[in-house]
């Protein structure tokens, strides 16, 4: 069975848009177990010097967009190292994972454009792929959690403030000016 062309246009916006779902939601359910873990109810730990001398909320993200690449550039070279070991230990069942999402998606771009349009299969294919969306998002929540578990309070700050800056925006070219026409006065 072949797709069209039209049929791998759904399936790449499809994918570009559960991308996007995927990553809004990483970021969202990171940034509310980050909120969690500070508003917990359990005791607190007992201060640190280093944490008394910065309020917890100072170097804190106020707009949290994840960057994973900048994220391991900003640890410190030995955390960097473990982290990177940690990521290479999860990255088989990740591939697996990604690959399982990939044939989903593949499988859903064609159940998308087979004519007659057979919903209760799309519908059963959206909902495996939200699940392994899901889980993917664990997976890699949990590596991400578990490296920075291990930093002391203001490394870790330094981390996510470093890794929820939006990238710069290139230099934009000036405008050339656009040719006016003179309007008659009345």
């Given amino acids: 069975m072949s797709l069209t ?39 607190p730990p007992a201060p640190r010097p280093s944490d008394l ?21 900003a640890l410190p070279k030995d955390e960097r190292r473990l982290a990177i070991r940690k990521m290479r230990q999860a990255a088989r069942p990740h591939q697996q994972l990604n ?3 990939r044939k989903t ?15 209760a299969k799309v519908e059963a294919t959206l909902a495996r ?5 899901t889980q993917a998002q664990e997976m890699g929540q949990m590596i991400i959690l578990d490296i920075l578990r291990d930093l002391d309070p203001q490394t870790r700050r330094q981390v996510i403030a470093a890794a929820s800056r939006r990238p710069s925006a290139p230099p934009q ?12 006065h009345d």
Avoid: C, Y
């Avoid at 246009?9 to 177990?33: H, P, Q, T």
């Avoid at 910065?54 to 690449?69: C, K, L």
């Avoid at 998606?105 to 087979?114: M, N, T, Y």
């Avoid at 792929?129 to 969306?133: A, F, S």
């Fill in 5 to 43: 062309k039209s049929g791998i246009g759904i399936a790449l916006l499809v994918s570009v848009a559960l991308n996007l779902l995927v990553l809004g939601a990483a970021g969202g359910m990171f940034v509310a177990n980050m909120r969690h873990q500070a508003t917990s109810v359990h005791e």
């Fill in 53 to 73: 001398r910065t309020p917890p909320h100072v170097g804190a993200p106020q707009n949290f967009r994840f960057n994973p690449r900048v994220f391991i550039r």
């Fill in 99 to 101: 690959r399982d999402i």
């Fill in 105 to 119: 998606r593949i499988e859903l771009g064609k159940l998308l454009a087979a004519d007659p349009l057979d919903d």
């Fill in 129 to 133: 792929l939200r699940t392994l969306d």
């Fill in 173 to 184: 070219r000036p405008r050339k000016p656009s040719k006016t026409r003179e309007r008659p």
